[in-house]
């Protein structure tokens, strides 16, 4: 049964980010301000693949700009800018649908706390790096992801009623049988411009 009202999926997602840099230490650095959250469509259904991702808007360090080598040149690549309300962006997440809306809520605030925590301690722009090649999830994912875990079980019980999460609650069709629409922030992934 619709009952008309509108859930702006951008917003709600917006406004959780925004408590859990309250909420939780350890995500406390982040400026919400400076993440634009966004949502993509899936080509496929069910809950196997990606359900979420982010692009950082800065190379290492919080640098606009880097260097590659491609065979004997070396190349300046740039950034590009984006900006909200006049304020430039240094993050942008987005949230796969209708795959990460099929999760449960746990899963899904799990997914939440993920990509949060690949925001450097600085948010400066750049990724949270980690010694080592795979420097995006550290020497084990299997423990990034128990932490990840471990940070959505304590939010949870922070609030047993889950007010703040009742949007999430339910699979993507009883989300749409909530709502007589589902809106939500559409932007072409940003692409990294080679200056010379």
Same mark, same amino acid.
């Given at each position: 049964?619709?009952?008309?009202?509108?859930?702006?999926?951008?917003?709600?997602?917006?406004?959780?980010?925004?408590?859990?840099?309250?909420?939780?230490? *350890?995500?406390? $650095? +982040?400026? !919400? &301000?400076?993440?634009?959250?966004?949502?993509?469509?899936?080509?496929?259904?069910?809950? @196997? /693949?990606?359900?979420?991702?982010?692009?950082?808007?800065?190379?290492?360090?919080?640098?606009?700009?880097?260097?590659?080598?491609?065979?004997?040149?070396?190349?300046?690549?740039?950034?590009?800018?984006?900006?909200?309300?006049?304020?430039?962006?240094?993050?942008?997440?987005?949230?796969?649908?209708?795959?990460?809306?099929?999760?449960?809520?746990?899963?899904?605030?799990?997914?939440?706390?993920? *990509?949060?925590? $690949? +925001?450097? !301690? &600085?948010?400066?722009?750049?990724?949270?790096?980690?010694?080592?090649?795979?420097?995006? @999830? /550290?020497?084990?994912?299997?423990?990034?992801?128990?932490?990840?875990?471990?940070?959505?079980?304590?939010?949870?019980?922070?609030?047993?009623?889950?007010?703040?999460?009742?949007?999430?609650?339910?699979?993507?069709?009883?989300?749409?049988?909530?709502?007589?629409?589902?809106?939500?922030?559409?932007?072409?992934?940003?692409?990294?411009?080679?200056?010379?």
């Amino acid at each position: 049964m619709v009952n008309g009202t509108v859930l702006n999926l951008t917003l709600e997602l917006e406004r959780l980010i925004a408590d859990i840099v309250r909420q939780v230490e *350890e995500f406390g $650095h +982040i400026d !919400p &301000e400076r993440v634009m959250v966004c949502v993509a469509t899936t080509r496929g259904g069910g809950v @196997h /693949g990606t359900y979420a991702k982010i692009h950082p808007l800065r190379f290492e360090n919080g640098s606009r700009t880097t260097s590659v080598r491609r065979g004997r040149k070396t190349l300046l690549c740039e950034m590009p800018a984006i900006t909200r309300g006049g304020v430039e962006m240094l993050y942008v997440i987005y949230f796969l649908t209708p795959r990460f809306l099929d999760l449960s809520l746990r899963e899904k605030l799990i997914t939440v706390f993920h *990509e949060l925590y $690949h +925001i450097s !301690p &600085e948010c400066n722009g750049d990724i949270r790096r980690f010694p080592g090649k795979n420097y995006a @999830h /550290g020497s084990s994912r299997q423990r990034f992801n128990a932490l990840m875990a471990k940070f959505a079980d304590g939010y949870l019980a922070r609030d047993e009623n889950h007010e703040r999460l009742r949007f999430l609650a339910g699979d993507m069709a009883a989300i749409r049988s909530r709502h007589g629409a589902l809106v939500a922030r559409k932007m072409a992934a940003p692409k990294i411009r080679i200056v010379t």
